[in-house]
């Protein structure tokens, strides 16, 4: 059985690039993961292509006009998108990985509006949501915390890579992270 209030001891970065942002209907079209530790060491990590009907993943950018800000992703998702994995395959990737990595315990499922990735992964890998703790570390808590309290942003690239925005997130984290540390030593944010 496991024990889910065991403290964790390493976080599961994920970070997943869709066709849009239903779950219902979108589709996952690449997966980036990281293990690291509390101090942001890099343990493990995982990318994937995930295989999808072209002409569907097509029909289903044109219906997400936000995708036309990063033509060039685009590009790069529809040349590659029929080398890919198929999603059961990535999914025991990823099973394989927290058999690797977390054991017996629960993986704490980190990275920015991860509540998102959640509801992908709960739709098209169960099995892999069911090793996942219900707790989640979202950066974008922190974003909105210190935007609206201490008036202090993070300036990150929008990639829309899924191995590029987990070292985004990380770094986003570490900044905040920083600032409170920063404040305990003087006052770069004061009350």
């Known amino acids: 059985m496991i024990d889910k209030n065991s403290v964790p001891n390493k976080l599961l970065w994920v970070d997943l690039e869709m066709t849009g942002l239903d779950p219902n209907k979108d589709l996952i079209i ?24 072209k002409d569907l993943v097509i029909e289903l950018f044109k219906q997400n006009s936000w995708w036309e800000d990063y033509p060039s992703n ?8 029929d080398q890919g994995k198929i999603s059961s395959e990535v999914e025991t990737d990823l099973l394989s990985l927290l058999d690797s990595q977390f054991q017996d315990q629960l993986a704490i499922l980190a990275g920015n509006s991860i509540h998102n990735d959640r509801a992908f992964i709960r739709n098209y890998w169960p099995n892999l949501d069911s090793r996942l703790h219900y ?7 922190w974003k909105v915390l210190m935007q609206g309290k201490y008036k202090v942003n993070f300036e990150k690239k929008e990639v829309h890579r899924a191995f ?28």
């Open 30 to 53: 690449e997966v980036a993961t990281e293990v690291t530790d509390f101090n942001f060491r890099t343990l493990a990590s995982y990318e994937a292509v995930i295989k999808q009907p």
């Open 74 to 81: 685009k590009d790069d998702f529809l040349s590659n998108i």
């Open 135 to 141: 707790r989640m570390l979202d950066v974008s808590a």
């Open 164 to 191: 590029d925005d987990i070292q985004a997130s990380i770094a986003e984290l570490q900044f905040y992270l920083e600032c409170f540390k920063y404040r305990d030593q003087g006052s770069l944010i004061d009350d």
